[in-house]
């Protein structure tokens, strides 16, 4: 079965501080990929990353830099310099299969409020 | 640009109306579609999953005589709530994908407001 937990359910933080998002996710399938997702108060899902099981790089995309270790099945994701328009809830997903055409599991979310 | 089209965007209706929301994929042939509700402050939930020309995979404690999904073509999905109750009220989303290996792609979602 296919879990995702995000333990973290709110996280409030000033502007320009760093924060870290926790995922950790449960597959018994080898193959499997992971996401992270935004969702503003508007309510559609805004993309943020995808990363296979096969590649553990670490991904840093401006602010955003997301950390994936297998060996504590966990993908956690960081803002840098926290802004305003940060604020959203954060989803972390797992979707299996080799051609990500499986449903995906979401976990239950962090709101992430960024003060001024 | 979106290539996941969802339609209409917000639905205020009353109670016992049948509510038909449209999922379209406007680049990708979408084999597969699935169809998520999201409650208030909660996470997103599968209902179901469809794949073109075949019957709709419903998950455990999901109605499939209440949530009809119909997957008729490689860029449609059609979910109706039939005679939709208060207790229906929420955000559902759709997805779409093919075997290729795209990301899935969202749609921006439908609120639905049952009074």
């Known amino acids: 079965a296919q879990k995702v937990t995000q333990a973290q359910t709110e996280i409030s933080v000033v502007e320009k501080e760093d924060v870290t998002l926790d995922c950790v996710y449960e597959?018994?399938?080898?193959?499997?990929?992971l996401f992270w997702y935004k969702q503003p108060p508007s309510g559609e899902l805004v993309f943020l990353i995808r990363r296979n099981s096969f590649d553990e790089q670490n991904e840093i995309s401006g602010r955003y830099s997301w950390n994936f270790q297998k060996s504590t099945s966990s993908f956690n994701f960081t803002i840098t310099a926290s802004q305003v328009v940060d604020s959203a809830v954060y989803f972390c997903?797992?979707?299996?299969?080799?051609?990500?055409?499986?449903?995906?599991?979401f976990g239950a979310g962090t709101r992430l409020t960024v003060k001024p | 640009g979106a290539v996941v089209s969802q339609h209409p965007s917000w639905v205020i209706c009353k109670s016992g109306t049948s509510v038909k929301i449209e999922c379209r994929s406007l680049?990708?042939?979408?084999?597969?579609m699935f169809w998520y509700r999201q409650f208030p402050k909660q996470s997103l939930m599968l209902m179901a999953t469809s794949n073109e020309g075949s019957k709709a995979t419903y998950e455990q404690g999901v109605e499939k005589d209440k949530f009809l999904i119909n997957h008729a073509s490689l860029t449609l999905s059609t979910l109706t709530v039939t005679s939709a109750h208060p207790e229906d009220s929420s955000f559902y989303i759709c997805?779409?994908?093919?075997?290729?290996?795209?990301?899935?792609?969202f749609g921006d979602g439908t609120r639905l407001s049952i009074l």
């Open positions: 997903a797992l979707s299996t299969g080799p051609y990500n055409n499986n449903d995906m599991r």
């Open positions: 680049d990708f042939q979408a084999t597969t």
């Open positions: 997805s779409a994908t093919d075997p290729t290996g795209k990301p899935q792609h």
């Open positions: 597959t018994r399938d080898t193959t499997y990929y």
